[in-house]
Antibody, heavy 119, light 107 residues
Framework: QVQLQESGPGLLKPSETLSLTCTVS??????????WGWIRQPPGKGLEWIGS???????YYNPSLQSRVTISVDTSKNHFSLRLSSVTAADTAVYYC???????????WGQGTRVIVSS | EIVLTQSPGTLSLSPGERATLSCRAS???????LAWYQQKLGQAPRLLIY???SRATGIPDRFSGSGSGSDFTLTISRLEPEDFAVYYC????????FGGGTKVEIK
């Protein structure tokens, strides 16, 4: 089964752009059956889906974040990425990458990466 | 957006007891497209149940899911020490949303 590992800066200032990468191992990001997603969890709170992507290029975003989010796939590096613009303190969270198949229940998760937004 | 409300917020039980967790949706979830996850402190969530009642690979049979429409239940038949955690429901019938979670704590 695939394994996922998030990476990226852990500290950002307000108004900056958050950029995270999820590296996939044990399988190809180009597998037609897989979709790749991002979920976040603010400190002490529940889970929020950010969006998902298929290697064909199809993207699906949470309507509440859509105006600030871009998710993309790099098949040459077997990873996918999240960009979230104009961050505020409300974007402070643990960010997880995850994968699913035909239906959007997340079968495999990365360990998560903590992002803090603070001036 | 489909809002999922989980109850109770906290469930205090002893090992060996039965746990019943509820997840109620603000509208009908098509084709029972509901999943349950377990999350332990400092860890990523782990998929337990999908399709409302199908156990994920490697999940013990003391975990069971039921329900349809807008009312769903996760039951843990006999709590083991490792089952004390936070549980989330998630719907994927219309976009993706998660419930607020139920914490199962040791009484």
């Amino acid at each position: 089964q695939v394994q996922l590992q998030e990476s990226g800066p852990g500290l950002l200032k307000p108004s900056e752009t958050l950029s995270l990468t999820c590296t996939v191992s044990g399988g190809s990001i180009s597998h037609y059956s897989y979709y790749w997603g991002w979920i976040r969890q603010p400190p002490g709170k529940g889970l929020e889906w950010i969006g998902s992507v298929h290697y064909f290029g199809s993207t699906y975003y949470n309507p509440s974040l859509q105006s600030r989010v871009t998710i993309s796939v790099d098949t040459s590096k077997n990873h996918f990425s999240l960009r979230l613009s104009s961050v505020t303190a409300a974007d402070t969270a643990v960010y997880y990458c995850a994968t699913y198949g035909d239906y959007e229940y997340f079968q495999q998760w990365g360990q998560g990466t903590r992002v803090i937004v603070s001036s | 957006e489909i809002v999922l409300t989980q109850s109770p917020g906290t469930l205090s039980l002893s090992p060996g007891e039965r746990a019943t967790l509820s997840c109620r949706a603000s509208q009908t979830i098509s084709s029972s497209q509901l999943a349950w996850y377990q999350q332990k402190l400092g860890q990523a969530p782990r998929l337990l149940i999908y399709g409302a009642s199908s156990r994920a690979t490697g999940i013990p049979d003391r975990f069971s899911g039921s329900g349809s429409g807008s009312d769903f239940t996760l039951t843990i038949s006999r709590l083991e020490p490792e089952d004390f955690a936070v549980y989330y429901c998630q719907q994927y019938g219309s976009s993706v949303t998660f419930g607020g979670g139920t914490k199962v704590e040791i009484k």
